[in-house]
């Protein structure tokens, strides 16, 4: 199968970045499926995607007509509905290990036999996930950057029995939605997360220790490194609760200690001040997401 042959992509797990993939795919003509556990979170995705639509709209980079035909190719639905209808299924589900196991069992067994199955994981293997299906050719990494429709990066993971030709109707795709792309061998945390994880957790153990403030850390990476955000805000915008899982997958999977968590991070997490999603994380926040103060 070709990139041009995909008619139908479901996305499964309707939260930031499912939504912000499923608006990206809709924007580059591509029928889509936007599907949740229950299908009213799907249902409020959408009108969460019509209103960053709209925005664009507003702001003159989009027209009233692109915003109309974009959300019309938007259908929210229930991933038994989407499964069987999609020639490419993006999972986007919470970065848990067994539930994206269980979803590709389901995807598999569902799905139509050509489909390809990609994962938006940032840090699970694709092997494993591949393992649990009958096509372990056409499983891959698809992994978006957040925010999806503002990022240009894409980075493809193969999996030990990826084809080429799965690799290639992938990038196709992705390339034909403005992404840049990447690829990278099955490894934990693949390329982008291996980097950035174990760079946000030293962040947190910096706070914890008390060698600085919040804003002084990443006002030192702001400026010292001439990075966009400091990694302490950029965790609070990926969620504290994904940081913390992906950490947690690098440190059992490579059995290396230097991965281990920050107490401050776990904390965090464990009392429910998640980052933006939450409006409480290492800084507060108010209804649009715009920064208060440090915390916690």
Do not use: W
């Not at 003509?29 to 009108?47: C, F, I, N, Q, T």
């Not at 709209?57 to 915003?67: A, H, I, S």
């Not at 008390?210 to 966009?228: E, F, K, V, Y």
């Amino acid at each position: 199968m070709t990139s041009s042959e995909i008619g139908v992509i479901a996305v499964i797990g309707a939260g930031q970045m499912g939504a912000g993939i499923a608006q990206v795919c809709a924007q580059g003509g591509y029928r889509v499926l936007l599907a949740d556990a229950a299908l009213d979170r799907a249902e409020s995705a959408k009108v969460g995607i019509d209103t960053q639509l709209a925005r664009l709209r507003d702001k003159g980079k989009l027209t009233g007509e692109q915003c109309s035909s974009t959300s019309a190719r938007i259908e929210p639905s229930t991933a038994e509905h989407a499964f069987p209808l999609a020639d490419l299924v993006i999972e986007a589900a919470t970065e848990n290990r067994e539930l994206k196991l269980a979803l590709f069992e389901q995807a598999d067994a569902l799905g139509k036999p050509h489909a390809i199955l990609a994962s938006n994981t940032s840090s699970i293997s694709i092997t494993a996930l591949a393992g649990r299906t009958k096509r372990a050719a056409r499983v891959i990494g698809m992994h978006f950057m957040n925010p999806v429709p503002v990022m240009k990066l894409v980075e493809l993971v193969r999996g030990l029995e990826t084809s080429e030709a799965t690799l290639t109707t992938v990038r196709a795709l992705a390339e034909a939605l403005g992404k840049t792309v990447i690829v990278s061998e099955d490894r934990p945390g693949f390329l982008v997360n291996r980097m950035l994880i174990p760079f946000l957790n030293e962040a947190c153990f910096a706070l914890q220790e008390g060698t600085g403030s919040a804003q002084d850390i990443d006002q030192g990476a702001r400026l010292g490194l001439n990075h966009p955000l400091g990694p302490l805000e950029l965790a609070d915008l990926i969620g504290l609760d994904t940081v913390l899982a992906i950490a947690r997958v690098l440190e059992q999977d490579f059995g290396d200690p230097k991965y281990r968590a920050a107490v401050l991070l776990k904390n965090l997490v464990a009392a429910g001040h998640l980052g933006r999603k939450t409006k409480r994380g290492f800084y507060t926040y108010d209804d649009q997401g715009k920064k208060l103060a440090a915390g916690p």
